[in-house]
C-alpha cells in the first residue's frame, strides 16, 4: 500500500516534468512561432499586439505556468490551423485513436500469449522454432510497410477492404457493424503485429524460465494436473507480462501516427502530422501533453496492477 | 631407508582454455541463422559502400516519361519511381542514409548513455537521483511520439532527425547501464578494491567497466534494428532525409501513391528495410545467446 502511494506521489513531479517538455518544445522550434498567424506583410504593430496577445514577450516560466493552468482546468488552447479548441479536437481523435487500439491490441496480445505459451511450454520444438521466428518477424517488420502490402493485398489486388478511412461517412459516426469494421480490419492487424511480436518472445522467456524452476517438479511429484501446474506458471507470468503489455498499449497510443498515416485513420497521430506540417502550435503542444499524460498513467496503472499480483515486488 | 630418486611422473601438458570472448565467437560461428544474418548484412555494407561504383544508372536522373515502370524492364532491372529514376540505383544508393541512420544514434546513444548510466549506478547517491529522474521525465514519453515531436519542431533534415533519435535512445541506454553497474558495485570484488586503496576511476576502469560493457552493448545490438524502422519512419512522414536524396524511408513515402498503379515497385523499399532489421535482429539474437545472456 505505502509504496502505492509512493509511486503514486512520485508520478507528479514527472507529470510537470513531461508538461514542462511538451510547453518547452514549441521554444526550440526555429524560427518564429507566429509565422503561421501573421499574414507575410503584418505591421510591426500588430506583430507586437499578437505577441502580446499570445504571450510570448513574457518571461518563459510565467508563459509555462500560465499555460499549465490553462491546461489543469482543461483549456489547451485554440487551433491555430481551425480555429476550433484543442482539446475537442484531440479527444475526437483520442477517442478514435483508442478505438482502433484496443482491436489491435485484442488481436496482438491474444495471439502472442498464444505464440510465446506455445514456444515456452515445447521448447526447441518445430512448434517452438516457427514461434520464435514469427515473433522475430513481428519485432522486425517496419509497420508502415506492412500497412502498405496489406493494402496492396487485400484492397488493390482483391478488393476485400477499404485502403483509406474510417468509415464510409467519415469518422464522425461510428458504430460496431460491418461497414464500418471492414475499415478497421487492416490496420488493426497491422498495429498488432509488432506487440505481438513483443509480447510473444517476452511471454516464451518467461515460460521457459519457470519451467526450467525446481518447485514445478515438487508440484508435479505432489501428483499436481498439468492443467494446475498451468495456472501456477500464469501466476508466475502475469506481472512481467502485464508490465509487458502496458508499455505496449502506451507504445500503440503514442505511436500510432505511422499506421494512422497509411491509412488516414482520424485519430491522434493523424492529428500531430497535420499539427506538424501546418506548424500549429497549440494543437502540437496539446496533442503530445495529452498522449504523454495518457501514458504516464498508463504505466502507474501497470505498476500498481503489478504489485497486486506479485506481492514479492519491492521496489527501493 | 633407501633414498631412491624417481623421476617425476610427466606432468599434464597444461592447456590455456579459450578465453570468453574466443568462446562466445566459436559459438555464433556455429549458430548458422546468425552467420546467414551476419553475411547478408556484409553484403548490405559493401553495397552501401561501393554503390556508387555498384550502379547501374544515375539515381538522380528523372525522367517523366519513364515513370512508373515494372520490375524486369529493359535498363531498369527493378523498375523506375514516380519520377522516372532507376529503382535499382536508388535503392542501392539509399542504403548508405538508411543504414547511417539506423546505426548512427545507437552508436552515440551508447557511449554517452553509458557514461552517464554507469556515473550514475556507481556514484549512487545525488547523482544518481538527478541522472535517474531527469531519465524517467524523457522515458515517459513512447518514443515514436518523441521522435517525432522533436523531429516536428526542429523540423526535417538529417541532422535533426540523428538528435532526436539520439535522445530517444540515450534514456533506454543509462537505464540498462545503470541497472548493471548498481549491480556489478555490489559485488565483493568493488569493495575489496576499495579496501585495499585503488581510486574509483581505477576501479571503473579496471573492474565494472568489462564486466559492464558486454549486457550494455548487447542491449544496444537490440535497438539498431528499431533505429532503422524509426529512422525511416521519419522519413517516411517527411520528417527526416528530404528529397531528392535516396533513402529507403523516403522512397516508401513518394511511391506511396503508386501502390495502385504500380505495388510491386512501391513495396521495394519497405522490403530493404524489414532486410536489413530483420538481420539486424537475428544477429543481435545470437550474440545473445553465444554471450548466454538470459533477457
Sequence with gaps: MFYLLRRFIYAIPILLGVALLCFSLVHIAPGDPLVSVLPPDASEDLRRQLTALYGFDKPFLEQFLHWLTRALHGDLGTSIATNRPVMSEVMTAVINSVRLAAVATLIGFTFGCLFGFVAGYFRDSAADRTASFLSVFGVSMPHYWLGMVLVIVFSVFLGWLPATGAGPGGSGDWAWDWEHIQYMVLPAVTMSVIPMGIVARTIRALVAEILSNEFIVGLKARGLSELAVFRHVLKNVAPTALSVMGLQLGYLLGGSILIETVFSWPGTGFLLNSAIFQRDFPLLQGTILVLAVFFVLLNLLVDALQTLFDPRIQRN | ?295
Design chain 2, 1 to 295: 631407508m633407501e633414498m631412491t630418486l624417481t623421476k617425476p611422473a610427466a606432468l599434464p601438458v597444461v592447456q590455456r582454455s579459450p578465453g570468453y570472448w574466443t568462446t562466445v565467437g566459436r559459438r555464433l560461428l556455429r549458430n548458422k541463422l546468425a552467420m546467414l544474418a551476419a553475411l547478408i548484412l556484409l553484403a548490405l555494407v559493401l553495397m552501401a559502400i561501393f554503390a556508387p561504383v555498384l550502379m547501374p544508372a544515375d539515381p538522380y536522373a528523372a525522367s517523366i516519361l519513364k515513370r512508373l515502370k515494372p520490375v524486369g524492364t529493359e535498363h531498369y532491372l527493378l523498375g523506375t519511381d514516380e519520377l522516372g529514376r532507376d529503382m535499382l540505383s536508388r535503392l542501392m544508393l539509399g542504403a548508405r542514409l538508411s543504414l547511417f541512420m539506423g546505426i548512427t544514434p545507437v552508436l552515440i546513444a551508447f557511449a554517452v548513455g553509458s557514461a552517464l548510466g554507469i556515473v550514475a549506478g556507481y556514484a549512487g547517491g545525488w547523482t544518481n537521483t538527478v541522472i535517474m529522474r531527469l531519465v524517467d521525465i524523457l522515458y515517459a514519453f513512447p518514443s515514436v511520439l518523441l521522435a517525432i515531436a522533436l523531429s516536428g519542431t526542429l523540423g526535417a533534415g538529417v541532422g535533426n532527425a540523428l538528435l532526436s533519435l539520439t535522445i530517444v535512445f540515450v534514456p533506454q541506454i543509462v537505464r540498462v547501464a545503470e541497472s548493471v553497474t548498481t549491480q556489478v558495485r555490489n559485488r565483493e570484488f568493488v569493495d575489496a578494491a576499495r579496501a585495499s586503496g585503488a581510486s574509483s576511476l581505477t576501479i571503473v576502469r579496471a573492474h565494472v567497466l568489462n564486466n559492464v560493457l558486454g549486457p550494455i552493448f548487447v542491449y544496444a545490438t537490440s535497438l539498431i534494428s528499431v533505429s532503422m524502422i524509426l529512422a525511416s519512419g521519419l522519413s517516411f512522414l517527411g520528417l527526416g532525409v528530404k528529397p531528392p536524396e535516396p533513402e529507403w524511408g523516403l522512397m516508401l513515402n513518394t511511391l506511396r501513391t503508386a501502390i495502385y498503379t504500380q505495388p510491386w515497385v512501391a513495396a521495394l523499399p519497405g522490403a530493404m528495410i524489414f532486410l536489413t532489421s530483420i538481420s539486424f535482429n537475428l544477429l543481435a539474437d545470437g550474440i545473445r545467446s553465444a554471450m548466454e545472456i538470459k533477457d
